[in-house]
T-cell receptor, first 115, second 116 residues
């Protein structure tokens, strides 16, 4: 069994470009989460899915951000018209989805640098 | 408001020393959960422990131990006989009804450096 995988590991883009990240959760996990982590800070919640339904979005997730999980398996996070302030590590996590306050299994993240 | 404070930004110890990482939290919830995660240089956060607010028993797992004290809103983490492989950033986190049981509030982390 593999853990949560994220692709790419690193992404460098120019301001104004669109970027898309992919997350493959642990196969039997129903819940999938996106977090953002900036240097010297802890992860901040962005959004989460229960199967294919996006159930909560943080105010941090501006209109330029969109996340999908079309078949309840992998998820994508797209950032349109990137800004330098979007530079961060984007972490994906998954959990079984059978209860509340579950332990999260994290991927290694996608490090985004916006020039 | 829900908040987690890890006042220690960075700690350096020499191998085999014991080290305690502090975590103080704020919440109005009566039922909540506390977590510790380890983030090695690879970037992946690794789950260490989950504790609910009704279970104040201290826990020991090998060289790791946790001290949960509701009276002081603290959930401290001690590594006994530290090793170089323990070098990482450690995060304390909180979840509960106010923030959302699916939304975890993380502290800013404590970077632990264990020197050989």
């Amino acid at each position: 069994d593999t853990g949560v995988s994220q692709d790419p590991r690193h992404k460098i883009t120019k301001r104004g470009q669109n970027v898309t990240f992919r997350c493959d959760p642990i196969s039997e996990h129903n819940r999938l989460y996106w977090y953002r982590q900036t240097l010297g800070q802890g992860p901040e919640f962005l959004t989460y899915f229960q199967n294919e339904a996006q159930l909560e979005k943080s105010r941090l997730l501006s209109d330029r951000f969109s996340a999908e999980r079309p078949k309840g398996s992998f998820s994508t996070l797209e950032i349109q018209r990137t800004e330098q302030g979007d530079s961060a590590m984007y972490l994906c996590a998954s959990s079984l989805g059978t209860g509340e306050n579950e332990k999260l299994f994290f991927g290694s993240g996608t490090q985004l640098s916006v020039l | 408001a829900q908040k987690v404070t890890q006042a220690q930004t960075e700690i350096s110890v020499v191998e085999k020393e014991d080290v305690t990482l502090d975590c103080v939290y704020e919440t109005r919830d009566t039922t909540y959960y506390l977590f510790w995660y380890k983030q090695p240089p690879s970037g992946e956060l690794v789950f260490l422990i989950r504790r609910n607010s009704f279970d104040e028993q201290n826990e020991i797992s090998g060289r790791y131990s946790w001290n949960f004290q509701k009276s002081t809103s603290s959930f401290n983490f001690t590594i006994t006989a530290s090793q170089v492989v323990d070098s990482a950033v450690y995060f304390c986190a909180l979840s509960g009804p106010t923030s959302g049981t699916y939304k975890y509030i993380f502290g800013t982390g404590t970077r632990l450096k264990v020197l050989a």
